[in-house]
């Protein structure tokens, strides 16, 4: 038993090294940076984003930029070198090396990433979901079953290493698979995770929803509905909230409940009439 510990807590060190600090220290996010500022960076923040819960996403400068950029992409090309890896022993049929490395994919799965850049985390909005694909189908049913045994929508058996380990996999499917027919329900299940199960990164999940729409503006799930209300009662940005609930009652009409309590808030936030609470804001 002490084997199999040791081997665990070496793997997560080492998928925490090649991930990056940024990826592993998840409770600090509030904590004063004791890196050295770069020679001639300005030490005012060149832009503030607001992230909720009284967070602010500081833009430092360019080398901020360059340093996160560089991070992301570290982070994707270990995740493709590590997955080339896994395929090549599974194809030589080299089985014990094959189930190390499916070992350690899993455990990339469960690491939470912090955010830094929002433009830089969040795949690009020119992405089109246009053709099944039978290996993205297989992985989009993974995150599911993991989402399901993570507690989603019972939150007396909420797992947040499932709902971590589930994103993981939805991220998966974008990255490798990015014109697959799953990439639009991934990214809502995405703004779904980082609404309920991840606290204070009400951006991401709003720019998630959007993916989805935008990606499929026939999208079967209620994204602009969820983006218009984590925008409504979180951001506190009701000009946007008010154009989400309006695209919402336009396009996801098949969502009666939203669709009714949408209505509702048009009318409240256009005529400055009492606030509806909703269900699960």
């Given at each position: 038993m002490f084997g199999i510990t040791k081997g665990v807590n070496v793997l997560a060190l080492s998928v925490c090294v090649a991930v990056g600090v940024a990826g592993c220290n998840v409770e600090g996010r509030g904590a004063r940076s004791q890196w050295p500022a770069e020679p001639g960076a300005s030490?005012?923040?060149?832009?503030l984003?607001?992230?909720?819960?009284?967070?602010d996403i500081a833009i430092a400068d360019a080398r901020e930029v360059d340093l996160v950029e560089a991070l992301v992409d570290h982070r994707k090309q270990y995740h493709h070198t590590l997955q080339r890896?896994?395929?090549?022993?599974e194809f030589h049929g080299y089985t014990a090396k094959q189930g190390w490395a499916a070992l350690e994919l899993q455990g990339l799965r469960g690491v939470k990433a912090s955010y830094y850049l929002l433009d830089a985390e969040v795949a690009s909005d020119v992405l089109r979901p246009t053709e099944e694909i039978g290996e993205a189908d297989a992985l989009y049913d993974e995150a599911s079953g993991l989402m399901r045994r993570g507690g989603h929508d019972v939150p007396g058996l909420y797992r947040r290493d499932r709902m971590i380990e589930a994103a993981g996999v939805f991220r998966e499917i974008i990255q490798r698979y990015p014109a697959s027919d799953k990439i639009d329900d991934a990214a809502f299940f995405l703004g779904e995770i980082h609404k309920e199960y991840m606290p204070g990164q009400e951006l991401i999940a709003v720019r998630w929803y959007e993916r989805a729409y935008t990606w499929n503006p026939q999208t079967p799930h209620p994204a602009r509905f969820q983006a218009a209300v984590v925008y409504d009662y979180r951001l506190h940005d009701r000009d946007r909230a008010l154009e989400l609930y309006q695209a919402a009652s336009q396009h996801e009409t098949a969502h009666k409940g939203n669709l009714r309590f949408a209505t509702r808030r048009i009318r409240e936030l256009t005529s400055g009439g009492q606030s509806t609470q909703p269900n699960n804001p």
């Open positions: 030490t005012t923040p060149a832009r984003v607001r992230a909720g819960e009284g967070i890896l896994h395929d090549y022993y």
